[in-house]
Structure formats: C-alpha cells, structure tokens
C-alpha cells in the first residue's frame, strides 16, 4: 500500500495526482468488499466515485465490514477495518455515537493506528460520509466492556476467547489500555512464578491476578487487598508481579475519579493494582476506594445535563501504601465504615522472617538483590499467562466451574475460618478462598510452576496476618470500638481519671475514676461512667452493646457477679452509689480465634 498522504508531504499534490491516474481499476462488485455509494476503493486508498472515475482521495485503504449493535439492539456502530503501513491488520468497532460532531475523535483513534488521511476539511468531510453512508448486510455484536458475554471471554486486546454464533467486538470511544506481552508463558514460569513459590504475599498477588475471571463464576462482586507497611519493604514488587500476569500498566492512586473509573471499567472481569495509597489524600482514597469495592462507575450529567448510565464492573484489585485506608481515612478526621475495610482488606507487608514481605530468596542476597530481580524478569516476561489462563478457562463447562468454585470455597473455610466469626470476617474469608482457588487452578491447569497446596498455604497464612492484624474474628464495628476503649484509656488515664478519693472540683472534665491494686501498682482498674463510654469514648454507636460484652470475653471490662457490664461503686463527693463500668487494661487479651 502507497501512503498517498505521506507523497503529498514529500513530492507535492501533483505526485498524487499523477498515482491516482494510474491506479488499478474499482474491484469487481461481485468479488470486492462493501463499499458506501459513491465511494471508490482500490489499492491505493478511498476516493471519491466522480462518475465511474477516481475522484478526490480521502484516505488509505479503509472498509466498513458489518454494522454492530448489542444483544438488546443498541449501542449501534460500525466495524472499521485497515492495514497500517508494516501490512499489520486492524480492527476497530467505532460506536455510531462518534460520528454526532466533527469526528476529530475516531480520526486521532485511526491515525494512531497506522491509517493515513488526506489532508483537508474536504478530506475529512469525505470520510465522515464514507463511514457514514455504509450500510453493509454483515452484523457483528458490540459489548462496551471487557470480561466475560455468555460464554466467551472478550479481551481488551480483541481477542475472543470461546466460541458463539456471531462475531464480537469491544466497542468503546475511547483508546483502550495496552496489554504487553514479552517473552513466553514458559519463561514467565521459569523466572517469575517460580520465584513467587514460598513467598506468601508473592502467590497471593499473582493469584489474585488470576481470581478477577472466576467472579463471574463465585456470583462475588469486586473487592481488592491492600498491603500496608513501610517504604521499601517489596510492597511495589509484589504489585509488578501481579501485573506480569496481563501484562497491564502499574496505576497509581494519584489519579482523577474519570481515570480511575476508566480504568475500573476496562478491568471488567480481570485485575488492577494500584501503587502508593500515601500519594494521595483521605476523601480521594475513600472515594476510589468505595467505587471499586462497590463496582460502579459515578452516575454524572453530560454537558446537555442528562445522566449518563453507570458502569457495573467485577474486578479483583491489589493496591499497595505505606499506611492503610482507615488511616488515610483518619487524615480527614473522618472514621473509616465496615464497609470500607471489607472492601479494600489489608494485609501488613512483613511477612514475618526479617525480610519484610520475602519469606524465601530462592539463593539471592538479601531481600533488596531479589526485589531487583524480580523487578527485570517481570519487565522481560509479561502477559502470557493471563491468555493461557482465559483459553483454559473457556474451554471449561461454566456450571462444572461454578459448582467446583462453591465446593472449593466451602472447603477452604471450613478449613480456616472460625465457625463463630463475625458475617465481615466470612466475607473476607470468601475473597481469600476464591484467590486460593485461582491459585490452585491455575497450578492444576500447568499456567503456575506450583506444588499442590502452594496457594492454599499462601493465602491462609495471608489471611491469619489479616485477622490478626484486624483484632480478631468480632465485627469491624466491635474491633474499632475496643480499640476506642483502650486508646481512651491511654491518652486520658491520667488526666481524667483521678484517683478514686480525689476532690471532685479538682478535675475538669471527669470521665470516671482511677483505682490502684495495693499489691500491685502495674494493675490500675479505670471507672468510667457509663453515659461517658457510651457517647464520647464510643460516639452512640449502636453497636455498643455487642462491643462491651466482646470487651467482657477479652478482659478489658470486668463485670459484676452476674455478667452486667457495669458495677456498683460509692463515689466521693456527695455522688453516691452509682454503676460505672470497670476497665482492666492489664487484664486485655487479645482475641484471635482461628
């Protein structure tokens, strides 16, 4: 193919001309591609028809091959389809909505892609009828997002996966993001998955990379991990690994709600990570947090002032930061929800063995010489593991997958899961189960070079840290309340707390009293009132209840003979005989049942 656009630029517009002349006659109508009225098209690229004559050029080769719409007879467009000058096809499924104004938006599409345009709003205006006026007798569907459409999986770099009756196409206005892949599914295993073995937070991030394909099949919604901990500690590292497996681009939290959303969407059914939550601030991180956890995109207004649909998603995503979201959150003033820590579970960077998130070096150095490692072998082998995985999974019958999903899932946390943990915990436990499963999967299917159990193991030993870190297998609610108790307790034991004899005028703001074991002046019981516990140190939660009867089982209250969570005290001062509760810090004992 002669790009006639790039002759103009180098010989002059008679060059053109003279090519044109001499260019090979219309294809035979009976054997040719469709073609608009009025429009001709040959080897040399579209012209206009000038009566049975080559008129004035528009652009390279270009052919509209079917007319796309949805399953619901919507979202209209056309399928665009060109060689670019290294002879590499291209396939575009351009949405109907694009040709409403000038087309400045699918001609930067196509020029990025290798087709060449004449110069001139003549040109441009050619093309836009061209595009147009086709009415080819071909359909194909169109979706606008990726993930899976009954029973195939189409990606974003076009390839379907599975089979149906009729052609697909993602169909979208916008650029999509790029899928690399360099070296070999093989190579990948060799010199990154294999790497991964023995490293909890390792398999979990690859895995995870896996388990955004199996939601479909869980019935789960989106929701993601966040590992937490400080700079330098291979939290980035992980996130790398992660994406080898699709070979995307690594995102970051310092973003705009658009992007982020753009890339939710794109995402569908697949894997995001997300670097360094410190970056950016509190109502952002509770913003993007809360949209992806939930899986829709923002309702806005387009510039007419009519709402524009939302965007529903299913994705797995693994984000990285050197505090967590509830502490981001609290920048603001401002306390994180249940909600949001189930969303977005985190799990702290150290991974126990002095070498932060490392547990196995597989011979290197130290921990900073395997980071290095890992950071070349995934910028060298990247994306294939992703289509294996996808090729196989298609191949799969879709109820087998969803019944062996539900076995699978009820197994792993019968296994690991406390049988009286809170409903937050058993939500969390299935997001963990379901990236153990994609881990063992994928070993099973030969995509992860891993032993039998590898991701199992993995993602438990994960999944304790988190419960461990959370306080335990009571309710966010209940965790944060105790918490408030103690850190109360820490910050006013001794400025609001007087001794229990001490003149009531001698102290602003009382919040109870303070008693002393005799024999032991480590041991020192705090009366609070129990109004004060309730509203201040508390906030009227309505969960208090449930929190004081947690603090009995863990000690940090003492109850009556009975098990009320107050006792009766005779206060100094005139005050009488009142019930205040008995707070025992050196009795706590934290609660983590497995």
């Given at each position: 193919m002669t790009d006639f656009n790039d002759m103009h630029q180098k010989e002059g517009l008679a060059a053109v001309k003279d090519r044109i002349d001499k260019a090979e006659a219309p294809r035979n109508a009976a054997t040719s591609p469709y073609i608009p009225f009025g429009f001709i098209v040959n080897d040399m690229g579209v012209f206009r028809d000038n009566h049975g004559d080559l008129g004035s050029p528009v652009c390279s080769p270009l052919y509209i091959e079917a007319l796309t719409r949805d399953n619901n007879s919507k979202n209209w467009g056309r399928l665009l389809v060109w060689t670019d000058p290294d002879k590499k096809k291209h396939e575009y499924a351009m949405p109907g909505s694009m040709?409403?104004?000038?087309?400045?938006?699918?001609?930067?599409?196509?020029?990025?892609?290798?087709?060449?345009?004449?110069?001139?709003?003549?040109?441009?205006?050619?093309?836009?009828?061209?595009?147009?006026?086709?009415k080819p007798e071909v359909r194909a569907v169109?979706?606008?997002?990726?993930?899976?459409?009954?029973?195939?999986?189409?990606s974003l770099d076009g390839i379907i996966y599975g089979q149906d009756s009729e052609r697909a196409f993602l169909q979208v206005s916008s650029?999509?993001?790029?899928?690399?892949?360099?070296?070999?599914?093989?190579?990948?295993?060799?010199?990154?998955?294999?790497?991964?073995?023995?490293?909890?937070?390792?398999?979990?991030?690859?895995?995870?990379?896996?388990?955004?394909?199996?939601?479909?099949f869980a019935g789960e919604g989106s929701g993601g991990f966040h590992i937490?901990?400080?700079?330098?500690g291979g939290k980035t590292t992980a996130l790398r690994v992660a994406v080898s497996v699709w070979g995307i681009a690594l995102r970051s939290w310092?973003?705009?709600?658009?992007?982020?959303?753009?890339?939710?969407?794109?995402?569908?059914?697949?894997?995001?990570?997300?670097?360094?939550?410190?970056?950016?601030?509190?109502?952002?991180?509770?913003?993007?947090?809360?949209?992806?956890?939930?899986?829709?995109?923002k309702g806005r207004s387009n510039k007419d002032g009519i709402a524009r649909d939302t965007t529903e998603f299913r994705l797995v995503f693994l984000s990285t930061g050197e505090i967590g979201l509830a502490d981001k959150i609290g920048e603001r003033k401002i306390k994180a929800k249940a909600g949001q820590a189930v969303r977005m579970l985190e799990i702290p960077d150290d991974a126990?063995?002095?070498?932060?998130?490392?547990?196995?070096?597989?011979?290197?150095?130290?921990?900073?010489?395997?980071?290095?490692?890992?950071?070349?072998?995934?910028?060298?082998?990247?994306g294939y593991a992703a289509s294996a995985w996808l090729e196989k999974l298609a191949e799969m019958s879709a109820e087998n997958l969803r019944e062996a999903i539900s076995e699978l899932t009820k197994a792993w946390m019968e296994e690991h899961v406390s049988l009286h943990a809170d409903g937050?915990?058993?939500?969390a436990a299935r997001r963990f189960a379901l990236v153990a499963i994609a881990g063992e999967l994928a070993a099973a299917l030969g995509i992860v070079p891993w032993p039998d159990k590898e991701a199992s193991n993995a993602i438990a030993r994960c999944f304790h840290d988190w419960l461990s870190a959370r306080g335990g297998n009571d309710s966010y609610e209940v965790h944060e309340g105790i918490k408030a108790i103690r850190?109360?307790?820490?910050?006013?034991?001794?400025?609001?707390?007087?001794?229990?004899?001490?003149?009531?005028?001698?102290?602003?703001?009382?919040?109870?009293?303070?008693?002393?074991?005799?024999?032991?002046?480590?041991?020192?019981?705090?009366?609070?009132?129990?109004?004060?516990?309730?509203?201040?140190i508390l906030g009227g939660s309505k969960n208090a209840s449930a929190i004081l009867k947690a603090a009995v089982q863990q000690g940090l209250i003492e109850p009556d003979s009975r098990g009320k969570t107050s006792r009766p005290v005779n206060l100094p001062g005139g005050l009488g005989k009142k019930r205040m509760i008995h707070v025992t810090p050196f009795n706590y004992k934290e609660e983590i049942t497995s």
């Amino acid at each position: 193919m002669t790009d006639f656009n790039d002759m103009h630029q180098k010989e002059g517009l008679a060059a053109v001309k003279d090519r044109i002349d001499k260019a090979e006659a219309p294809r035979n109508a009976a054997t040719s591609p469709y073609i608009p009225f009025g429009f001709i098209v040959n080897d040399m690229g579209v012209f206009r028809d000038n009566h049975g004559d080559l008129g004035s050029p528009v652009c390279s080769p270009l052919y509209i091959e079917a007319l796309t719409r949805d399953n619901n007879s919507k979202n209209w467009g056309r399928l665009l389809v060109w060689t670019d000058p290294d002879k590499k096809k291209h396939e575009y499924a351009m949405p109907g909505s694009m040709m409403a104004e000038d087309g400045a938006e699918y001609r930067r599409i196509l020029l990025d892609n290798g087709l060449s345009i004449f110069p001139g709003r003549p040109s441009q205006n050619a093309l836009h009828e061209y595009i147009m006026m086709a009415k080819p007798e071909v359909r194909a569907v169109s979706v606008n997002i990726p993930g899976w459409h009954g029973k195939r999986y189409i990606s974003l770099d076009g390839i379907i996966y599975g089979q149906d009756s009729e052609r697909a196409f993602l169909q979208v206005s916008s650029t999509l993001p790029k899928l690399v892949k360099r070296g070999t599914l093989e190579s990948w295993q060799k010199s990154v998955a294999l790497f991964a073995q023995g490293n909890s937070r390792l398999v979990l991030a690859i895995s995870a990379a896996f388990a955004g394909p199996l939601l479909y099949f869980a019935g789960e919604g989106s929701g993601g991990f966040h590992i937490a901990g400080a700079s330098s500690g291979g939290k980035t590292t992980a996130l790398r690994v992660a994406v080898s497996v699709w070979g995307i681009a690594l995102r970051s939290w310092r973003t705009t709600d658009n992007a982020a959303e753009s890339w939710a969407r794109f995402a569908n059914d697949g894997f995001l990570a997300i670097d360094e939550l410190g970056q950016v601030d509190g109502k952002a991180a509770d913003q993007m947090a809360y949209m992806l956890g939930n899986g829709q995109t923002k309702g806005r207004s387009n510039k007419d002032g009519i709402a524009r649909d939302t965007t529903e998603f299913r994705l797995v995503f693994l984000s990285t930061g050197e505090i967590g979201l509830a502490d981001k959150i609290g920048e603001r003033k401002i306390k994180a929800k249940a909600g949001q820590a189930v969303r977005m579970l985190e799990i702290p960077d150290d991974a126990g063995k002095g070498m932060r998130l490392f547990e196995e070096l597989h011979g290197h150095f130290n921990a900073d010489v395997f980071a290095k490692y890992l950071r070349q072998a995934t910028e060298e082998n990247q994306g294939y593991a992703a289509s294996a995985w996808l090729e196989k999974l298609a191949e799969m019958s879709a109820e087998n997958l969803r019944e062996a999903i539900s076995e699978l899932t009820k197994a792993w946390m019968e296994e690991h899961v406390s049988l009286h943990a809170d409903g937050q915990v058993m939500r969390a436990a299935r997001r963990f189960a379901l990236v153990a499963i994609a881990g063992e999967l994928a070993a099973a299917l030969g995509i992860v070079p891993w032993p039998d159990k590898e991701a199992s193991n993995a993602i438990a030993r994960c999944f304790h840290d988190w419960l461990s870190a959370r306080g335990g297998n009571d309710s966010y609610e209940v965790h944060e309340g105790i918490k408030a108790i103690r850190d109360f307790i820490d910050r006013f034991g001794n400025s609001r707390f007087p001794p229990l004899h001490t003149p009531i005028d001698q102290v602003r703001d009382r919040a109870g009293f303070q008693v002393t074991n005799l024999k032991n002046d480590d041991e020192v019981t705090y009366l609070v009132f129990p109004d004060v516990l309730r509203s201040e140190i508390l906030g009227g939660s309505k969960n208090a209840s449930a929190i004081l009867k947690a603090a009995v089982q863990q000690g940090l209250i003492e109850p009556d003979s009975r098990g009320k969570t107050s006792r009766p005290v005779n206060l100094p001062g005139g005050l009488g005989k009142k019930r205040m509760i008995h707070v025992t810090p050196f009795n706590y004992k934290e609660e983590i049942t497995s």
